[in-house]
């Protein structure tokens, strides 16, 4: 982390450094080379969250901060260790924090909160010549997305939910025995542990689901 107090701060301004991948296939021009086109700039960050440490470094370099606390903070997009730190070792004056990210220049109050599921499936594992002998742990995985998916009651508090990774199979030649979800889940109302209560009621009520499951 990076902070950067003028006199004794009673306003916290919160920035974070670190930024998602840069993907190739996905720019229309080089992510690593600043573009401006028609009045926008195009470049890895710009908006989530370089673009808003460089009007912070601006206004700060052109004013005469008072009573401000500048708080550029690492591991964002993942970990959060920054933050975390950060909220360790703040000073003791600060009454007001203001947190820079992209929001179409919209004021928000609040955030959903953030959380990572894993549900692991456990399964048996065949030969590919012999798939009836075994249990497709890709398959019953492929069940529990629909579930999440397509039931009112795992949505009905409108969370914001993700499936953003899954795992399984070690060979074309082998019915998996074991696959993971990995599943963003963000929140206001319903808990983690309160949705994942209700989702594993519906994986248990459901007979196509023969696997063991397990939720963290």
């Given at each position: 982390n990076i902070l950067v107090n003028f006199g004794k701060p009673e306003l916290l301004i919160v920035a974070h450094?670190?930024?998602?991948?840069?993907?190739?296939?996905?720019?229309?021009?080089?992510?690593?080379?600043?573009?401006?086109?028609?009045?926008?700039?195009?470049?890895?960050?710009?908006?989530?969250?370089?673009?808003?440490?460089?009007s912070l470094l601006s206004a700060a370099s052109n004013t005469k901060p008072i009573n401000t606390c500048l708080a550029f903070t690492t591991d964002e997009e993942t970990g959060l260790t920054g933050i975390k730190h950060l909220t360790k070792t703040l000073p003791k004056t600060i009454k007001t924090a203001l947190v820079c990210e992209p929001t179409n220049f919209q004021i928000v109050s609040s955030h959903p909160g953030v959380s990572g599921i894993t549900i692991k499936v456990n399964a048996k594992a065949a030969h590919a010549s012999t798939p009836h002998k075994g249990l497709n742990a890709?398959?019953?995985?492929?069940?529990?997305?629909?579930?999440?998916?397509?039931?009112?009651?795992?949505?009905?508090?409108?969370?914001?939910?993700?499936?953003?990774k899954i795992a399984g199979g070690e060979k074309l030649n082998i019915v998996p025995n074991y696959c993971e979800i990995r599943v963003n889940y963000r929140y206001q109302n319903l808990s983690p542990s309160a949705w994942l209560k209700l989702l594993k009621k519906l994986i248990i009520s459901d007979k196509d689901i023969n696997a063991k499951v397990n939720l963290t």
């Open positions: 450094t670190d930024v998602v991948p840069a993907t190739a296939r996905r720019w229309s021009s080089n992510p690593f080379i600043l573009t401006q086109k028609n009045n926008r700039f195009y470049g890895r960050g710009t908006i989530d969250n370089k673009g808003q440490i460089a890709i398959s019953q995985a492929a069940k529990i997305i629909r579930i999440i998916d397509n039931n009112s009651n795992l949505t009905s508090s409108r969370p914001i939910i993700n499936i953003g």
